[in-house]
């Protein structure tokens, strides 16, 4: 009699709907080393376009979000681990990155773009870079491209978005690889008179993808949803060209 009560249990366990999550609290991640998309005001805030994004995309969905800060090379693991539930952190869509995590629709796309010194030619081809040494953001697809294509060249690899840039401007890399709107927030309000943005170069979509998404565990297809659907919202009324403009002189939708 026991066994047939359990198995009835078991039954009508595997029969019963799984209940969506009820999504009142989503906290985000962010690594703020990358202005002006994220970084640390003085006075300890993640402050930046993509904050300001965030939280108009969870005013649209009418829940509570708080923002926490994220080294970049754990931010998928520790995205799976439970640690937050969304990573909004000019996150590259890439198969690779597919194959852990599920993405939203790309909401920005912007191309990958080397800073140099002001007086750097303006080939960038792998042969005119050898034997320089270049920087970039570990675990990233600017990482990968340089360590695909630029065999010949040294490459530098640091854990922070900002600290190529910084270096480059110390005298310690030749060139950095970086997102162009990031690259040109350097020259303008770091980087004014030892470097510029020597070249722009296209996104290859076997390294870059087709632009940055928010991330999630792939089992939270409802809150997916969700936030699709307030990308959309906020696109089609003209509020994401709005705080873009707060920041950038080009479009950066990507469409």
Do not use: H
Not at 2 to 25: C, I, N
Not at 171 to 190: H, M, P
Not at 225 to 230: D, E, L, R, T
Request: proline content about 5%.
């Amino acid at each position: 009699m026991f066994r047939r009560v359990v198995l009835g249990l078991v039954a009508a366990l595997a029969v019963t709907p799984v209940m969506a999550k009820e999504w009142k609290t989503v906290r985000i991640a962010f690594d703020a080393t990358y202005p002006p998309f994220e970084s640390v005001n003085p006075k300890g805030e993640i402050v930046g376009w993509e904050v300001d994004y965030a939280t108009e995309l969870c005013k649209r969905m009418k829940i509570t979000c708080t923002f926490q800060n994220q080294d970049w090379d754990g931010i998928i693991p520790s995205l799976v681990a439970n640690k937050f539930d969304v990573i909004m952190s000019s996150m590259n869509i890439t198969e690779k990155r597919k194959a852990l995590v599920s993405f939203s629709q790309v909401y920005f796309s912007t191309p990958p773009v080397f800073i140099g010194p002001t007086g750097a030619p303006a080939d960038v081809s792998p042969a005119a870079l050898k034997g320089k040494t270049i920087g970039t953001q570990s675990s990233t697809t600017f990482a990968n491209y340089l360590e695909a294509m630029y065999k010949d060249s040294e490459i530098k690899l640091y854990p922070g978005g900002d600290e190529p840039q910084n270096d480059l401007k110390a005298g310690r890399l030749d060139y950095t690889l970086t997102d162009l709107i990031v690259g040109s927030n350097f020259v303008e309000k770091v980087g004014a008179g030892c470097c510029k943005v020597v070249a722009e170069i296209k996104r290859v979509p076997e390294y870059f993808g087709p632009g940055v998404g928010a991330a999630m565990r792939k089992e939270d297809t409802d809150l997916m949803a969700m936030w699709n659907k307030a990308i959309d919202e906020v696109d089609a009324d003209g509020t994401f060209k709005k705080i873009a403009d707060n920041y950038f002189k080009i479009n950066v939708r990507g469409k």
